[in-house]
């Protein structure tokens, strides 16, 4: 049995009386895409921000690749290989692809100069293996040139210099069209094949059933649903179990 790469289990988040969270397990398995569902304020940003550690659990467990994880921190989820790429991409449009590549983890050399050449066939490197296979792209080309399915990619080549094995990406195709969500989908697959995880994000459950494996629907704090693409069936079948959760408790039972 595989062991899962990171596995929640139990995990609350309360403020005061108020429960974001009321006990969700939650597990990744390595190289699979899991689609996160649920609707606004269901809890899947606070489910993330505890993945990065940004904020505590009240309670619960943390796994790592099987074992437990103690005092986790932003720090610690870097180190267990987890990376968040947000909607806003946090991006710097005006400077180049290497230059956001390698923001904050700049190469130096042994007197302190960046080592640019090194840089640039690295980012050339990580450019390729996520797909970006035009020759129009280099490393040298203008974030802000970019369109918004390029500059995804660009935050996902990011999160695999950090060494991630684990990429979260949250609503990586608000706004854009459909040529430029099939680019998000390709950098996805690249990603997939090369053994790392995706945990996708999405309102647009068509786009999630597209692309995911496994399904997650959160709902009030807690797991609605888990299922495999081939348990589902079909997108169809997803949105009405998603129009089916989204009704008040009281309607369903009369349902």
């Known amino acids: 049995m595989t062991t899962p790469i990171i ?20 597990h990744v398995n390595p190289g699979e895409v899991v689609g996160l569902l649920g609707d606004n304020g269901a809890g899947k940003s606070t489910l993330i921000k505890i993945l990065a550690g940004v904020i505590k659990p009240t309670s619960g467990e943390i796994l790592v690749n099987g074992s437990a994880a103690s005092n986790w921190s932003p720090a610690r989820s870097r180190a267990a290989g987890i990376e968040t790429v947000y909607q806003d991409r946090a991006l710097a449009v005006q400077q180049s692809i290497v230059r956001n590549i390698f923001m904050g983890r700049e190469l130096a050399g042994p007197f302190g100069w960046l080592n640019m050449r090194k840089q640039i066939a690295e980012a050339e490197r990580l450019m390729r293996e996520i797909g970006f296979t035009s020759k129009v792209f280099s490393p040298h080309s203008i974030v802000g040139q970019l369109s918004g399915g390029e500059r995804q990619g660009v ?4 999160a695999i210099l950090k060494q991630a094995n684990l990429i979260v990406l949250d609503e990586p195709t608000t706004a854009l069209s459909l040529t430029e969500t099939a680019k998000v989908f390709h ?8 053994g790392r995880s995706i945990v996708f994000i999405g309102h647009n459950i068509h786009h999630v059933f597209d692309i995911a494996e496994r399904f997650v629907v959160i709902d ?7 299922k495999t693409k081939a348990e589902v069936g079909s997108a169809h079948a997803l949105i009405e179990f998603m129009e089916d959760v989204a009704k008040p408790h009281h309607a369903r039972e009369i349902a």
């Open 7 to 26: 596995e929640l289990r139990g995990i609350t988040k309360s403020y005061g009386t108020i429960y974001a969270l009321g006990g969700v397990n939650l």
């Open 220 to 226: 009030r704090g807690r797991v609605a649903m888990e």
């Open 155 to 158: 935050a996902i080549a990011r």
């Open 187 to 194: 950098f996805v697959r690249q990603v997939r094949e090369s």
